[in-house]
C-alpha cells in the first residue's frame, strides 16, 4: 500500500509516549533480555517476530487504538451501512433496478470509506514503526533492524481488521457499492445451478467427468473468503484455488488410472475453471472481495508474478459471470486486459 512519509503525529510526540507506556517498557525488557542470553546476532526477522507475537496480544495500545478506530469509523459510517441493509431487503427479488441515484450515494459512500480507512491503517503503520525504532535502537543500538515496511503493513491490516468494527463495516460499504454486480451474479448461479465444468468450455481432460461433483473441494474454499478479514489472506486463498484445482486434477487421473505426464494446467484453461469453481459456490459477494483485495494491495502484487496472475484470472472470472458472456468471449477480454497490463508496466 502506497503512503505518504508525513503524518498527524511526530515522531517526537510518539517515542514520549511509548517511553512512558508499560508496553513499551515490558517490550524493551524482553528484547534486552533475549538479546544478553543469544549468541546469534539480531535479525530483522528476530525483532519483527518479538513485535508481532507482542502486538496481537490484547490489552496493549496498539490493540486499544485499533478498536478505538473500529468505533470511530462504524459510528461515521453508520448511516451508509444502515442504507445498505434496507437495500439488501429486496436482494431476493433479483430482477429490481437499482436507482442511480442509490448507485452515485453508494460509490460516494465507497470512496470516502477508502479514504478513511487507509488513513487508519497508515496511522497504525507509522505508530508501529516509530515504536519499533525507539525499541530496536534502545536495545540493539541499531536502527536497521526494524523490520520492512511489508511486513508491518501486513501487520498493520491484521490489527485494523482484528476484533473491532472496521471490517464490518468498510465490507458492507464495498459490497453497498458493487451491488449491481451481486443480483448479476445471483442470477447467473441461477442459471448455472448444477451446470457441468463442459459448460464453462473446461477442456475434457479436465471435466473430470465421473466425478459426483468436479473440483468439489475448490468450491467449498471459496467461502472462506467470507471468514478471512485480511486483505493479505483473501488474496492468498485466491491463489491456493489454482493448487487445489491442479489438486483435484491430479488426484483424479491418478483414480481412474491416467497418465499425468504432459498435463499441464496453462492460462487459457484457468480461466474457465476458475470460472465453474465460482459458479458452484454461488458466493455472490465475489466483487466484494476482490474490491476489498484491491484496496489495500499494490498494482505490482496485483497483476504481477504467480499469484498476481490468479488474482486477475479470479477477477476475470467474475467478470465473465457478471456479464454472463460465453466462456470463450471472456478469454479473449480477459487476454485483452493482461496486454494491457504487460505494455503500461513496460511504459512505467
Given amino acids: 500500500m502506497r503512503r505518504s512519509a508525513g503524518g498527524s503525529l511526530s515522531t517526537r510526540d510518539l517515542s514520549t509516549h511509548y517511553e512512558n507506556s508499560t ?52 459510528q461515521k459510517y453508520k448511516k451508509e451501512v444502515k442504507e ?4 439488501l431487503v429486496n436482494f431476493p ?12 450515494s453508494a460509490q460516494v459512500a465507497f470512496q470516502n470509506a477508502k479514504k478513511d480507512i487507509q488513513q487508519f491503517e497508515s496511522l497504525l503503520f507509522n505508530c508501529m514503526k516509530v515504536f519499533l525504532v525507539q525499541v530496536s535502537v534502545r536495545s540493539t543500538g541499531n536502527e536497521s533492524l526494524v ?17 473491532n468494527k472496521c ?16 443480483i448479476n451474479l445471483r442470477n447467473s448461479f441461477k442459471k448455472l445451478k448444477g451446470a457441468l465444468p463442459s459448460r464453462f468450455g473446461i477442456t475434457p481432460e479436465f471435466c473430470l467427468e465421473k466425478e459426483l461433483v468436479p473440483y468439489e473441494t475448490v468450491i467449498e474454499a471459496v467461502d472462506y473468503l467470507d471468514l478471512y478479514h485480511n486483505p493479505h489472506d483473501k488474496f492468498q486463498l485466491i491463489f491456493q484455488l489454482r493448487k487445489q484445482i491442479i489438486k483435484a486434477i491430479d488426484h483424479y487421473r491418478q483414480q481412474e488410472g491416467l497418465d499425468n505426464k504432459n498435463i499441464i494446467v496453462t492460462g487459457d ?10 459458479a458452484l459456490s454461488a458466493n455472490e459477494k465475489l466483487r ?46 480477459f487476454k485483452r486486459r493482461l496486454s494491457g497490463y504487460s505494455k503500461a508496466s513496460m511504459n512505467n
Avoid at 445498505?84 to 437495500?87: A, G, M, S, T, V
Avoid at 523490520?147 to 476484533?163: H, T, V
Wanted: with cysteine; proline share 2%; charged share 25%.
Fill in 269 to 278: 484453461h484457468l480461466l474457465p475453471l476458475y470460472a465453474y469453481c465460482l
Fill in 23 to 74: 508496553f513499551f517498557r515490558t517490550h524493551l525488557h524482553t528484547m534486552q533480555i533475549e538479546k544478553s542470553s543469544s549468541t546469534k546476532p539480531f535479525s530483522q526477522e528476530k525483532v519483527f517476530e518479538f513485535f508481532k507475537h507482542a502486538i496481537l496480544q490484547q490489552d496493549n495500545y496498539f490493540f486499544e487504538l485499533a478498536k478505538l478506530i473500529g468505533e470511530l469509523y462504524s
Fill in 288 to 333: 466484494a472481495h476482490q474490491n476489498f483485495v484491491e484496496t489495500f494491495l499494490d498494482d505490482e502484487t496485483l497483476v504481477f508474478n504467480e499469484e498476481g496472475y490468479c488474482f486477475s484470472t479470479f477477477a476475470g472470472a467474475i467478470d465473465s459471470l457478471v456479464s454472463r458472456k460465453d466462456v470463450r468471449e471472456s478469454l479473449r477480454d
Fill in 167 to 182: 471490517y464490518q463495516t468498510f465490507f458492507a460499504i464495498t459490497r453497498y457499492s458493487t451491488f449491481d454486480d451481486e
Fill in 84 to 87: 445498505f441493509q434496507n437495500l
Fill in 93 to 104: 427479488n433479483t430482477e429490481i433496478e437499482i436507482d442511480n441515484k442509490v448507485k452515485e
Fill in 147 to 163: 523490520p520492512n515496511d511489508s511486513n508491518l503493513d501486513q501487520l498493520a491490516l491484521k490489527l485494523l481488521f482484528g476484533k
